[in-house]
């Protein structure tokens, strides 16, 4: 019979044996864009003369860039993008790629399976931006002083783009988003010059560093979506790829210097400056103490439980348990089988896996029990946590050696687990 401490080694076991399976191919998983953006711009016939048009409207004509600060909803925590056109008869249209509906078709399956289906919605300028200024997020529009044949190819083509059939794309946060939409209008009007430009040089910043700044309004989620990026997001990125933020997509542009621009508030936040947030640091030291808490805590039931046989250690360490379960669970979906590119290729699936945490559950209910058996099952644990502790111990002694070849910036995802269990797996460890 196999005794319990195989068991938990048959996970590892598992992870060693099955490598080329968490790398495989994710080739059949890229889907087709229904509305794909450049290619759609390229193929768009512009305009070669300007005989059939009113030039005193025209003139009057403004094309603009609107930007909406972030606001508290976790939606709106990276801000938005839109485009207005203000014509001479008043009438102000907002051209709005953000918008997602609950209510349309296969909206659950496909928000499950990763494919997130956004509509370009041409909308009054006063109606759409009310609620932007009842949640007191600050707008500003930046007028972009075109020449009047340009004005005429970004209205055709958004109005081209707004109709039924063609208003649909594949949303992608990093590289197909409300920001990266207008990015590519603005690219397309400048003859590619643009992002010639912005392409020209890399930064040390990467996807991850810049969303990680917007995700700062809440720790807890900034760890969790961290923890579902897989490496692709880690790679260093240029002023182009920075543009998928509504905030750097305004800055670039009046950076660029080749298109005059005039920047107006249309409504400035009464609460705070939110355009001007400092780069986010990683929170290294925040999540190291909320691991060493953790640990401590569960140290704590630990005692009591080997002083007066009360379940709080089995409580406790199952909910702590059975939290990393549904992540892990939630990384291996995400890596294997969803179509969300930036969740491909995750070295977390090694650390954070569920085969490891199934059977980690399994043996912390176990020390639920009073019975006489139950110190046993008390250092079955605390073995299972001990290896598991040394197996994230030679993951980070892999991190700091192989950097070129193990390069996902993960620290903050393994450190507070590492911390976790080395703390109620090697101090006070239980004797029979």
């Not at 009464?270 to 990683?282: L, P, Q, R, Y």
């Not at 009360?310 to 995400?334: E, K, P």
């Amino acid at each position: 019979m196999i005794k319990v401490k195989h068991y938990i080694l048959l996970p590892f076991i598992f992870l060693l044996f099955n490598f080329p399976l968490f790398a495989f191919s994710a080739q059949n998983r890229v889907l087709d864009n229904p509305f794909p953006s450049e290619r759609n711009l390229n193929n768009f016939s512009k305009e070669k003369s300007l005989d059939n048009y009113n030039l005193e409207e025209l003139n009057n004509t403004k094309i603009s860039l609107i930007t909406i600060a972030p606001g508290k909803e976790i939606y709106s925590w990276f801000g938005h993008s839109a485009l207005m056109v203000e014509q001479s008869d008043n009438v102000s249209i907002i051209y709005d790629y953000g918008v997602f509906s609950f209510n349309s078709e296969d909206f659950y399956k496909n928000f499950i399976q990763g494919k997130m289906y956004y509509l370009l919605l041409p909308s009054y300028s006063e109606s759409r931006l009310e609620g932007p200024i009842d949640e007191d997020r600050t707008i500003t529009k930046l007028i972009l002083n075109v020449s009047n044949i340009k004005k005429i190819d970004i209205i055709n083509y958004l109005n081209f783009n707004a109709k039924s059939g063609n208003n649909i794309y594949l949303y992608d946060f990093y590289e197909d988003n409300c920001a990266t939409r207008i990015r590519d209008i603005i690219n397309w009007i400048t003859d590619n010059d643009f992002k010639t430009w912005a392409q020209k040089e890399s930064f040390f910043d990467t996807y991850r560093s810049l969303s990680s700044a917007g995700l700062d309004s809440s720790l807890f989620v900034n760890w969790v979506l961290n923890s579902f990026l897989g490496n692709k997001c880690d790679s260093k990125i240029t002023t182009w790829q920075k543009m998928f933020l509504p905030e750097y997509l305004e800055s670039a542009i009046k950076e660029y210097g080749k298109i005059d621009t005039q920047e107006i508030y249309l409504y400035k936040s009464k609460t705070s400056s939110v355009f001007e947030k400092e780069k986010s640091s990683n929170h290294i030291i925040f999540y190291c103490l909320f691991g060493f808490i953790l640990g401590s805590i569960s140290l704590f039931f630990k005692v009591l439980k080997q002083d007066y046989d009360n379940c709080l250690f089995g409580i406790f360490n199952s909910l702590v348990i059975l939290f990393l379960l549904i992540v892990s669970s939630c990384i291996f979906y995400l890596t294997l089988f969803s179509h969300i590119q930036p969740a491909w290729n995750n070295e977390n699936i090694y650390v954070l896996n569920p085969f490891i945490f199934f059977i980690m559950l399994i043996l912390s209910l176990n020390t639920l029990s009073r019975k006489k058996r139950s110190t046993i099952k008390l250092i079955i644990f605390e073995k299972a946590s001990m290896i598991y502790c040394g197996y994230l111990f030679v993951v980070l002694i892999f991190k700091a050696l192989l950097t070129n070849l193990v390069y996902q910036n993960n620290i903050i995802i393994i450190l507070p687990i590492f911390i976790y269990f080395f703390i109620h797996s090697f101090i006070f460890r239980t004797t029979r």
